[in-house]
């Protein structure tokens, strides 16, 4: 493939690049302060730092080992294997949410085959005898193909499948024990928290992406998804409470708004 001539080069005087990274700190520290994730235990803090670090350590060093790579326009070719995270500032209370860590390749020019993982795994200790535990994790694995492909500049359509499953529970030695919920239930009109299902779907939609540099993009994506989660029977202390229900819901999928992501191989 010939590469065409940037149309501009772009040059980021050290007073940008502070005025950047002064940014995604604050960004970071505001994302992980206590007071704004109420509902976030000790246990999901210490998961989520390292992945909002993450995004703040690739964008920072996009700036500042890949300022001579703006010389060139990137481009992602057959054979390239690359790593992204993507987030959303729609779905949550927090200004930024955590939605997928997905890599993908690149089969052919136009096809990119991609697999996305997101987890959220919570264990805490609410009182000397009671332990909550809420694992969830989701797998989306699909296929994009791009319908435009102009400098560095990337549009495509994708198809995922989706899978995942949440398990749940509240030990107690002294109070009743749950399993597939972490709340206790009084009958089986009762409302339970964090239930614990198995999920399956599919979903579709369009993204782009520019590649900035030879190593580093950024990008969007948007679409719709439908799933279909078996919600597990919640049981107190080994007695059925409330039996398997199933569950239908399909809407806009904003998860992955905000991609940023970099080549591997």
Known sequence: MVKPEPLCYVDLPNFGYLVLRRFFLGLLKLELNF???????????????????????????????????????????????????????????????????????????????????????RNSQTSPDVVINSNTYQINFGIEYHLRIEGGFRSYFYVDGIFGQRNSSRESTTSPSVDGAINVPSSYFSTVSNRGYLRYGGGMGFGAEYHLTSRFYFGTEIGFQFTS?????????????????????????TQNVLRIGFKLF
């Open 229 to 253: 989660d078996k919600n597990k029977e919640v049981t107190v202390d080994n007695e059925l409470v409330i039996p398997s229900t199933q569950t239908n819901f399909g809407g806009l999928n």
């Open 35 to 121: 007071s704004s994730l109420k509902f976030i235990t000790p246990n999901t803090f210490t998961m989520i730092k390292p992945i909002m670090a993450t995004i703040v350590f690739m964008v920072v060093n996009l700036f500042v080992y890949g300022q001579d790579d703006f010389k060139e326009i990137g481009y992602m070719d057959r054979g390239d294997m690359v790593i992204e995270i993507t987030g959303s500032p729609f779905d949550s209370e927090s200004l930024l949410s955590f939605g997928s860590f997905r890599a993908r390749y690149a089969a052919t020019d136009v096809v990119v085959p991609r697999l996305g993982v997101s987890v959220d795994f």
